[in-house]
Every structure is written in C-alpha cells, then in structure tokens.
C-alpha cells in the first residue's frame, strides 16, 4: 500500500475542492447524511437541482467512461472525490441506485441502443432509478423471486410484486428481476428489465420506517407491458447480470464508510452530557469504549485501502468488499446505541423535539442504523460469505 498521492491525483484534488468552493450552496447542513431525514418534496428538489449543478460541471459519475459522459477517472482519483465531498459537506445527489448500480450495469451489458438511451439521463438525473429485486418471499434468498414475466410477442406482461424499493416513489425507471420460466432451475429462468415506473399497471405505495421516514415502498405490477427490446443480456439469463449489479452495490455500499468522523462526533457528545455530577467524558469507561471504536473505525479505513490497493493492481474485488459491509454497519449500529447510553433518559425524546440534544441526530441514526445492517445484504449473510469464501468452511 502506497499512501502517497501522486502530482496529477493532488492536482486533481485540488480543482475539485477549488470547483466546490465556489459551487456549494451556502445553505448547506451541518451533516449532510442525516440531512435527507424527512426529506419532504422540497428537501428533494433542493438536493435535485444540486445534483444538476454537479452534472453541468462535470462531477457526477466520475468514473464512468467518458463516452458514456463521465471523466474517465482512476479509482484514486474516485476516492480522491469521496473524501473532498464528505469533508466539504457537500448535499448527498439524488439518483444513487442509477449512478451506483444499472449504470454500470446498462455500461457493462447493456445493447449499445440501450447504452445511449439511458446512461445519459442517469448521470443527469433526468430520470431516477430503483432496484426491484426483493419480494415479501425473496429477500437474501433472491433466487427464489417469483415476480412473472410472460413473452407475448415484442412485449413482456409482468405480474408479481416487489418490496422494501428504495426510492420507488421518485423513480421513473426500475431494474426488476423478473422469472421468465418457471420450469428452469432457480438460478436460470430469471431475467432482467428495465420498466417504466409510469406504465399502466405499475402500484407505488410508501412503507413507512422506524424512523419516520418514507424511503421505500412496495411496487405492485398488474398486466405490465414492457417492450421485448427491455431486456438486458439474454432472456433466462438475468442472473449473472443481477450479480453484476450486486457486485457494484457492496462494492459500493461497503467502501463508501469512514466512521472516524462518527467517533469525534461521538466524543463531543461525551464531552456535551452530563452525569454523576460532570461530564460523560470524564468517565474512563467511556473515553475507552470512545477509544475501542476508534480503532475500529481505523482498521476499516485501512481494510478499505487494502481493497483499493487491489483493485489498482488489477485483481478483482476481494472479500474485503463483505468485511467492510459487516463491519461497518454494525461498528456503526454499536455507536449509535452508545450514544443512547450517552443520552440516558433524554434517548427517548423523539428526535424532531425542540428538547432533543445535539439535533436529535443520535436517535434518528440510531433507529436508521438497524436498516443498513440489513439492506444490501444482511450481516448474517455477509457472515456465511466471509466463512465459506474467506475461511474456506463448509457451506451451512
Ligand atoms: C433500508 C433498506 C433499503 C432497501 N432497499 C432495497 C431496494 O432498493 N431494492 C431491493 O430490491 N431491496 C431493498 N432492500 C431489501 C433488502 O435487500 C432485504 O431486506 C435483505 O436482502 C433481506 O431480505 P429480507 O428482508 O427478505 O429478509 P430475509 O431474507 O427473510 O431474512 C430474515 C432473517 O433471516 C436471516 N437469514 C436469511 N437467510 C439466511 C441464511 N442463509 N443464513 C443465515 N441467516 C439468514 C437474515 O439475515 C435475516 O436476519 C432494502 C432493505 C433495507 C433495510
């Protein structure tokens, strides 16, 4: 590992940081992350039009080929991009199930037709994209999915229903797993679409979160009619093109987190709540466990930078990719509940109260955080990958 970067990545930091200086709302919140709580319409079209002044400039989907309108960035110049946008506070875009899965994916398998008629309003965000993969009976064990697509001459008609899809509500395009035959083996007969959210037959109703919030829904689909030319890679063989998608998810999912920011945040907070008469902080037990998730958060830092390392030397993604997903969502489930601790009786003000302390962020991440120990592939699931897969142990 090389943590040196080189004149041409420290020029290119230093004009996207100079690009967000002058760009950047000033409005912005303290924390972007925990900004899109209860977004409501107007949240959404602030962080819309952000994410169009990003697109004009030439910031979103960096990575991408520039063909296909992005910059042909390397992976360090990507991650490079990740920490200026997280240190300058910078809104969270709109549109991430479409820049972080079916655009690569449309990139990778896609007919060159669909290439040119999606990806450019991927990265514009003139169209928004969901992920309709999970059923009420079809969740880790997504092969078993049972959501119908029936031939009929240049049209699929899809019958079935989907659920927990992300952003479902803004979406005007799906990348939905459907079974085209029955009659196949579980893995085989299953392929992939792209559906217009607007089609007749296609249902939207919101679930409502622990938190309060309404970021998924559950989609029905009743007679929907997608044109044949829809499909993605062969009919029936939908499921090597769905594993793509979920290689970029916990590629993406998983790199994405450095909690060092969490735990400073967290030790202000010792620092802010008092108990036995003085501040938490004072208290050796929890300067520890503060310092307990330090290393934590560090070694998931470095584990992250492993996996860079190898994906710059040209080897595939290893399962550095799974380790990160377990850990960090679960170091960050531990956090947030230590901040409950923290907080003691004052955990259970509801955290849109005018009484809550420190914004009510900490109980709003500690009732979000349960969610992204189970989205993108729960921690049970990521455990059987890292045993077989890592440990060599026997499938269970
Ligand atoms: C915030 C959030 C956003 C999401 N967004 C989307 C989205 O946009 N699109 C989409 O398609 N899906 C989405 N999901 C769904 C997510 O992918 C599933 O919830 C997840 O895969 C688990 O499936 P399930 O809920 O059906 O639980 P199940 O698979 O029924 O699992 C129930 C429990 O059993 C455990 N379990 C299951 N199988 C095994 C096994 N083999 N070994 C050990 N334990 C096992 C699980 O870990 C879990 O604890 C989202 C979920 C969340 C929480």
Request: proline share 5%; hydrophobic share 35%.
């Amino acid at each position: 590992m090389d943590f040196n970067y080189s004149p041409e990545d420290e020029a290119f930091r230093r004009q996207f940081r100079s690009w967000l200086e002058a760009n950047l709302p000033k409005d912005r919140s303290e924390n972007p992350v925990d900004s899109v709580r209860a977004e409501g319409e107007e949240g959404w079209q602030r962080r819309l039009k952000w994410h169009r002044t990003m697109h004009e400039g030439g910031w979103v989907g960096i990575s991408w080929p520039k063909e296909y309108g992005g910059r042909g960035a390397s992976l360090m110049q990507q991650m490079i991009y990740n920490e200026e946008m997280v240190r300058s506070r910078a809104p969270l875009l709109v549109n991430g199930l479409g820049i972080m899965l079916a655009g690569p994916t449309i990139i990778q398998w896609g007919t060159e037709e669909q290439k040119q008629r999606y990806v450019p309003k991927i990265l514009s965000a003139e169209e928004i994209w969901c992920q309709g993969y999970s059923e009420p009976n079809a969740g880790s064990d997504i092969a078993s999915l049972q959501t119908r697509a029936v031939e009929e001459g240049d049209y699929f008609i899809i019958n079935g229903q989907k659920v927990w899809t992300s952003e479902a509500h803004h979406a005007d395009w799906c990348i939905l797993l459907c079974r085209t035959d029955p009659d196949l083996p579980r893995h085989k007969g299953i392929s992939y679409l792209l559906v217009d959210m607007h089609s007749p037959g296609v249902t939207v109703r919101p679930l409502v979160q622990i938190t309060g919030d309404s970021n998924f829904d559950e989609v029905f689909f009743e007679d929907v009619k997608v044109p044949r030319k829809n499909l993605v890679g062969q009919k029936n063989q939908g499921w090597q093109v769905a594993m793509t998608t979920l290689m970029f998810e916990r590629a993406g999912v998983g790199g994405r987190r450095d909690l060092s920011a969490q735990v400073k945040e967290l030790a202000a907070l010792a620092k802010m709540v008092r108990r036995n008469g003085t501040t938490a902080w004072e208290d050796s037990s929890v300067r520890q466990k503060l310092a307990q998730f330090a290393c934590e958060a560090e070694a998931f830092k470095y584990t992250a930078y492993r996996q860079l390392t190898r994906q710059l030397k040209g080897l595939p993604p290893g399962p550095e990719g799974s380790i990160i997903k377990l850990g960090t969502t679960e170091l960050n489930l531990r956090m947030t509940n230590f901040a409950m601790e923290l907080l003691g009786p004052y955990s259970q003000i509801d955290y849109r109260a005018p009484f809550a302390i420190d914004r009510g962020q900490w109980s709003y991440r500690m009732l979000a955080s349960r969610g992204s120990t189970i989205a993108a592939g729960s921690s049970e699931i990521q455990h059987n990958i890292i045993g077989e897969r890592v440990l060599g142990l026997p499938k269970g």
